[in-house]
């Protein structure tokens, strides 16, 4: 499947094995299609769970900066929309920055009514992860409600799985990010989070999928500050497989003490269709995941 000697490099570094390891790295899928015949030697068995995901749309009314294309993101988020509605996962996460920073809290309401309308046409229940971006105009209680949750952290469960949704929105002194009062490079997961993570993992006895913001599994700048304290906590429930997360943008991926970490590629980076990353996870019955990804974002299988 591997081509030539830097693809082999890249595969290795990555700890990713084809047969008798932990995940099978597949690369990018254009479309539904496409997807589908990543899996097509598997077979007709049938998951647990599916579960779609985006993250970083960054949905604005402005003129792009950068790689950033605020406007766009709306096609982009259709086309997953289009896709979502074939493959009819059982809902559907969203992982931060769902908006883009406006200077007006009128503004700012605007852009979240517009996009939520938008993706209120994709199936299933949407869960919300906060981004930074999300409340830097925002109270967390404004964008909650503009999205119909009453929480920022939680659990659920879900064809036998259980589902954490993770807030890292919080200052090193404990305050909650909102009205740019914070600097995007301090995320935390307070005391009191990190507490009920680790009862509720306690209480549970069903494998654990986590979704975050910002990363779990780096130290720099796009990482949680406590991120090792998380990490522990996981580790030690026993039962949570994997973390997906957003933030950095870019697609990437590490194993640490039996958890992968994958981080997924933003929604709002290039311009066209061409550019857009969504993905589909399907959890099976034998403890496996498989992540069909769409146009820019990475495929995987972790056994």
């Given at each position: 499947m591997l081509q030539n000697s830097k693809q082999s490099k890249n595969f290795s570094e990555r700890r990713a094995f084809m047969q008798g390891g932990a995940m099978l790295l597949l690369g990018a899928g254009a479309n539904w299609s496409a997807s589908s015949k990543l899996w097509a030697d598997e077979g007709t068995e049938r998951s647990s769970v599916r579960v779609g995901m985006a993250t970083d749309l960054h949905y604005a009314d402005k003129a792009p900066a950068g790689s950033r294309?605020?406007?766009?993101?709306?096609?982009?988020?259709?086309?997953?929309?289009?896709?979502?509605?074939?493959?009819?996962?059982?809902?559907?996460?969203?992982?931060?920055?769902?908006?883009?920073?406006?200077?007006s809290v009128a503004t700012e309401q605007s852009y979240l009514k517009t996009v939520s309308r938008a993706f209120a046409a994709a199936p299933g229940e949407k869960h919300y992860v906060l981004g930074n971006h999300c409340v830097y105009t925002l109270t967390k209680e404004e964008f909650l409600g503009g999205v119909g949750r009453e929480k920022s952290y939680y659990a659920f469960d879900q064809g036998g799985l259980h589902f954490i949704i993770l807030d890292s929105c919080f200052r090193s002194d404990g305050a909650p990010y909102g009205r740019k009062n914070f600097q995007w490079t301090d995320p935390n997961?307070?005391?009191?989070?990190?507490?009920?993570?680790?009862?509720?993992?306690?209480?549970?006895?069903?494998?654990?999928?986590?979704?975050?913001?910002?990363?779990?599994?780096?130290?720099?700048?796009?990482?949680?500050?406590?991120?090792a304290d998380v990490r522990r906590v996981l580790e030690a429930s026993g039962q949570v497989s994997a973390v997906f997360q957003g933030h950095s943008h870019q697609n990437d991926y590490r194993e640490i003490n039996g958890v992968h970490y994958c981080t997924l590629a933003a929604m709002v980076e290039g311009s066209g269709l061409e550019n857009n990353a969504y993905t589909l996870m399907d959890v099976f019955r034998d403890g496996s995941l498989r992540l069909a990804g769409n146009r820019k974002q990475k495929s995987y299988h972790w056994k």
């Open positions: 294309h605020y406007r766009e993101s709306l096609a982009k988020l259709a086309e997953a929309t289009n896709y979502f509605q074939q493959t009819k996962p059982a809902f559907i996460v969203e992982l931060g920055d769902f908006i883009d920073a406006a200077e997961i307070p005391a009191a989070e990190l507490d009920w993570l680790q009862s509720d993992l306690q209480a549970n006895n069903r494998p654990t999928v986590v979704f975050a913001h910002q990363r779990l599994d780096v130290s720099n700048h796009y990482g949680v500050k406590n991120a």
